[in-house]
């Protein structure tokens, strides 16, 4: 069941959306080669707190960090530790924080110093798939359409979705429904209404889709060991169409 979200309860979490983008553009000042995954999960850790927030991953399902940092071929999920980062990395941060017991999530995918052509096309067509995907959270419109706009703009692009993960519904909880396939059908799915809210996440390599869990059973990777990208906002349906309640484009020099 999706669970709709009242004018009000929106507003609570786009609370929670500006100190999670917020969070971010403090993250992006501390990328740089030689930074560890670490000292980035916990700068952020320190910074949600201060803001009398709590981190949503930290504990969640057993995560160990307050950041998912994922560098390369990793898509999701990765466990902040020693990693440093190099010239040339992109790494994906995802982040979600907890404000009031309503819960924000987005990420975005950074470049290490300069990236080659490909690494740059690669974040650029998932990011504007991202945008596509937010233009179809209209009400009328079907979950499907959201799907599709994603898959349509990326696969024109030469590039691959990963199909086996997904974006969802969200509010007090991290995960609620409905499942967000990053392909599919327009047309198809739940109708979309108003108070709905979104976490859509687009997942994309530059090689095939399919990917690998890590050894930790944490950290997913493309198969192939392509590079990988990663964009999330969290989003809501409302009568005057798409309400972005994590964004961070704003806070983008």
Same mark, same amino acid.
């Given at each position: ?71 390369? $071929?990793? &898509?999701? !999920? #990765? @466990? ?13 941060? %995802?982040? *979600? ?66 199909? $086996?993960? &997904?974006? !969802? #519904? @969200? ?13 599919? %059908?327009? *047309? ?66």
């Amino acid at each position: 069941m999706i669970v709709k979200k009242s004018p009000e309860e929106i507003d609570k979490m786009a609370a929670a959306g500006d100190i999670l983008i917020r969070c971010l553009k403090l993250i992006e000042s501390k990328i740089r080669p030689g930074v560890t995954t670490e000292q980035l999960d916990e700068a952020a850790e320190k910074f949600i707190r201060s803001q009398g927030a709590t981190p949503a991953f930290k504990g969640y399902r057993g995560f160990p960090g307050s950041l998912c940092t994922s560098p390369n $071929s990793m &898509v999701v !999920h #990765g @466990i902040p530790g020693p990693y440093e980062l190099e010239r040339g990395d992109v790494i994906s941060v %995802d982040c *979600g924080v907890i404000l009031d017991g309503w819960v924000a999530d987005a990420a975005k995918t950074y470049p290490v110093g300069p990236i080659t052509p490909l690494a740059q096309k690669l974040l650029d067509v998932t990011k504007e798939s991202l945008f596509k995907a937010v233009e179809q959270c209209r009400p009328g419109n079907r979950l499907g359409d959201v799907s599709h706009a994603v898959q349509a703009h990326v696969e024109a692009e030469g590039l691959s979705i990963v199909r $086996s993960l &997904v974006g !969802h #519904g @969200i509010g007090r909880d991290m995960h609620e429904d409905p499942q967000i396939p990053n392909y599919g %059908d327009p *047309g198809k799915g739940p109708v979309l209404e108003e108070g709905m809210v979104f976490a859509i996440e687009p997942m994309v390599t530059a090689g095939r889709h399919q990917v690998r869990m890590g050894d930790d059973h944490w950290a997913i990777y493309s198969q192939d060991g392509s590079l990988a990208a990663h964009f999330e906002f969290t989003v809501a349906v409302t009568a005057d169409g798409p309400r972005v309640l994590t964004p961070w484009y704003e806070l983008d020099a």
